[in-house]
């Protein structure tokens, strides 16, 4: 079964408007969660770390205060994409490392939230 | 630049053949950790394989191996047999550092296609 769950996998909402995702790890703490972005046909580019009890690490070139990412506890990161438009229409992905995963440093990942921005 | 390569968009393979996948990566860190991830077209990102820079032994998982060039610095993935159910998208992915919170970079990935 899942080990990181993503809410919602599809959301369709008008522009202007601000939609939030979720990110939970299930049966395992992540004081780090990665927010990936893709779109169809390309590859997953990083938006952001996510760290619990500190702020996000944002990539270069992702607008932090469009996209806001808050990791309130150890098992939950959320991605809140503010006052949404057309261009934001994206799959986005999360995922945390897998634990104890020193010898592979896997990543565990949702299943992915498609948003339509109308 | 670049860090991880994959110049194959698109391949068709035959059921029960080997494909190779490509991917090439640019790093000047000793440590770093190789990845093969499979996204089918629900979206869902499944974990193959993982080869650790220092890892001396090719990484191989059922019918998945992973062909590593450490001076070429390549990463190649190999699937035996080839199934219906392995088309799909395939990308290769560097973690920097051995740290399992380090982040993971993508390659722009290849399409493949299993025909019957």
């Known amino acids: 079964g899942a080990v990181v769950s993503q809410h919602p996998s599809r959301v369709i909402c008008k522009s202007g408007t601000s939609v939030k995702i979720e990110c939970r790890s299930l049966d395992f703490q992540a004081t780090t969660m990665f927010w990936y972005r893709q779109f169809p046909k390309q590859s997953l580019m990083l938006m952001a770390t996510?760290?619990?009890?500190?702020?996000?690490?944002?990539e270069q070139g992702v607008e932090k205060d469009k996209f806001l990412i808050n990791h309130a506890s150890l098992t939950l990161s959320t991605l809140t994409v503010t006052s949404a438009h057309p261009e934001d229409s994206s799959f986005y992905i999360c995922?945390?490392?897998?634990?104890?995963?020193?010898?592979?440093?896997?990543?565990?990942f949702g299943e992915g939230s498609r948003l339509t921005v109308l | 630049a670049q860090k991880i390569t994959q110049t194959q968009p698109g391949m068709f393979v035959q059921e029960k053949e080997a494909v190779t996948l490509d991917c090439t990566y640019d790093?000047?860190?000793?440590?770093?950790?190789l990845f093969w991830y499979k996204q089918p077209s629900s979206g869902e990102m499944i974990f193959l394989i993982y080869?650790?820079?220092?890892?001396?032994q090719n990484a191989t998982e059922g019918r998945y191996s992973l062909n590593f060039q450490k001076a070429r610095k390549s990463a190649n993935l190999v699937i035996s047999a080839s199934q219906l159910g392995d088309s799909a998208m395939y990308f290769c992915?560097?973690?920097?550092?051995?740290?399992?919170?380090?982040?993971?970079?993508f390659g722009g990935g290849t399409r493949v296609l299993v025909k019957p």
């Open positions: 992915a560097m973690r920097e550092g051995l740290a399992a919170g380090n982040k993971l970079t």
């Open positions: 080869q650790g820079s220092y890892d001396e």
């Open positions: 995922s945390a490392p897998r634990p104890g995963g020193i010898q592979t440093g896997e990543l565990f």
């Open positions: 790093t000047s860190d000793q440590s770093y950790g």
């Open positions: 996510s760290n619990e009890g500190s702020k996000a690490t944002y």
